[in-house]
């Protein structure tokens, strides 16, 4: 990580160095300084979305692993409610989400159809705290 922040320094110092010689003006040397802090911004930006993007990749295995992908898809109804909409009924409201994924809450999306789902909640009850947490999280990552 050094090496390759010293390796961007010293690129950009030689092309400020090339460009203000080849121009001569003050403005093009700005112009390289904003170039250069876009480099070091992307390299921390990526970083960050792999970090980010994992929590609910392990949601997303759990869901599929665990066969609730027969019943819900991402944006459209099949049998079940669509995650997104199943993510906006419980907008702010992750716990919310967490607690009927343990059995300890009524069903909000599509209450007509509970009976359908409430044997899925078996699977999920079965779960450790830490996966409901994952699936939830998944969940409203596709709103
Ligand atoms: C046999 C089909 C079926 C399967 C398999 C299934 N679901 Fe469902 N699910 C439904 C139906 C139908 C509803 C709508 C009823 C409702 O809102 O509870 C629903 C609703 C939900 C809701 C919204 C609850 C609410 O507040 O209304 C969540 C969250 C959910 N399912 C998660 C899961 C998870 C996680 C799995 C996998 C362990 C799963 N489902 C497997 C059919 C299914």
Same mark, same amino acid.
């Given at each position: 990580m050094k090496k390759r922040t010293l390796s961007i320094v010293?690129?950009?110092?030689?092309?400020?160095?090339?460009?203000?010689?080849?121009?001569?003006g003050?403005?093009?040397q700005k112009e390289v300084t904003q170039e250069e802090t876009t480099t070091e911004e992307d390299v921390v930006e990526k970083v960050v979305e792999e970090t980010v993007a994992k929590p609910t990749q392990a949601?997303?295995?759990l869901f599929k692993a665990n066969a609730c992908v027969a019943c819900h898809q991402e944006d459209r109804k099949i049998? !079940?409610?669509?995650?997104?909409? #199943?993510?906006?009924g419980y907008t702010d409201n992750t716990e919310g989400l967490?607690?009927?994924?343990? !059995?300890?809450g009524e069903?909000? #999306?599509?209450p007509s159809q509970a009976a359908v789902?409430?044997?899925q909640i078996e699977t999920?009850?079965?779960m450790s705290n830490e996966e409901r947490t994952s699936i939830a999280d998944y969940i409203m990552s596709t709103k």
């Open positions: 010293a690129f950009s110092a030689i092309f400020a160095f090339a460009t203000l010689t080849s121009c001569g003050g403005n093009h949601g997303a295995d049998v !079940g409610p669509s995650l997104k909409d #199943i993510a906006t967490i607690a009927f994924l343990a !059995g300890e069903a909000i #999306i599509d789902m409430a044997p999920t009850k079965a």
